[in-house]
């Protein structure tokens, strides 16, 4: 049972213009949520995170927003780079263990 | 600095033989995981350990085993290697305290065929 889902599994985008990433959670125990960016034979490295008690988090060209009533978050990446260009995993955690769930991941393309 | 690093990078292995995959961090972090990585599901935690000389399993523990005798070091056995093991393995490591990310190593593809 899929707690975590990304329903997109890619995403184009043009150098420049703003990406868009969604998560969707069924859990309601989740009160923390990460973003985490891989590219291809390394490992996921940390993008951004935040709490539920927040419903906003900004760093640089990524913001974060949650909606804890939808169960949803998104990522906000402007400009979109071609550096930008990965796979990106939705994650949320549930207890101070720091166990995570995953989403399926989203590949984004920022083409030129 | 290193970070975290997996031994080894790639690996194909034959069905019903046995291998362990280490992990090692140089973030003197409490917490370390094992998650499997297979196409369309993400990531998903295989065990766990809070502390030197403790595990617990994730949500798919079943066919490995783990064992965390030193804090910096975290080992992944599989006993008798299934194809259905065959998949991307990698470790993570996290401080204590508050909700932090986690860092990755780089990876350990393994294939059983």
């Known amino acids: 049972d899929q707690q975590v889902k990304q329903n997109s599994p890619s995403l184009s985008v043009q150098e420049g213009r703003i990406s868009i990433l969604n998560c969707d959670y069924t859990?309601?125990?989740?009160?923390?949520f990460l973003w985490y960016k891989k590219y291809p034979a390394e490992g996921p490295t940390f993008l951004i995170s935040?709490?539920?008690?927040?419903d906003k988090n900004e760093d640089g060209r990524f913001t974060v927003f949650l909606n804890k009533s939808a169960k949803h978050l998104s990522l906000h990446i402007v400009p979109s780079q071609p550096g930008d260009s990965a796979v990106y995993f939705c994650?949320?955690?549930?207890?101070?263990?720091?166990?995570?769930?995953f989403g399926a991941g989203t590949q984004v393309v920022v083409t030129p | 600095n290193a970070g975290v690093t997996q031994t080894p990078k790639f690996r194909v292995l034959k069905t019903g033989q046995s291998m362990t995959l280490l992990c090692a961090q140089d973030?003197?972090?409490?917490?370390m995981y094992w998650y499997r990585q297979d196409p369309g599901m993400g990531l998903r935690l295989i065990h766990y350990?809070?502390?030197?000389?403790?595990?617990a399993k994730g949500e798919v523990p079943d066919g490995y085993n783990v064992s965390r005798l030193k804090k910096q070091n975290f080992l992944l056995g599989l006993e008798s290697a299934a194809p259905s093991q065959t998949s991307v393995y990698f470790c993570?490591?996290?401080?204590?305290?508050?909700?932090?990310?986690?860092?990755f190593g780089q990876g350990t593809r393994l294939t059983v065929v």
């Open positions: 993570a490591s996290r401080r204590s305290h508050g909700n932090t990310e986690a860092f």
């Open positions: 859990n309601s125990m989740f009160d923390y």
């Open positions: 935040i709490s539920s008690i927040k």
């Open positions: 994650a949320a955690g549930a207890d101070s263990w720091g166990k995570l769930q």
């Open positions: 973030m003197n972090h409490e917490y």
């Open positions: 350990s809070v502390g030197e000389g403790t595990t």
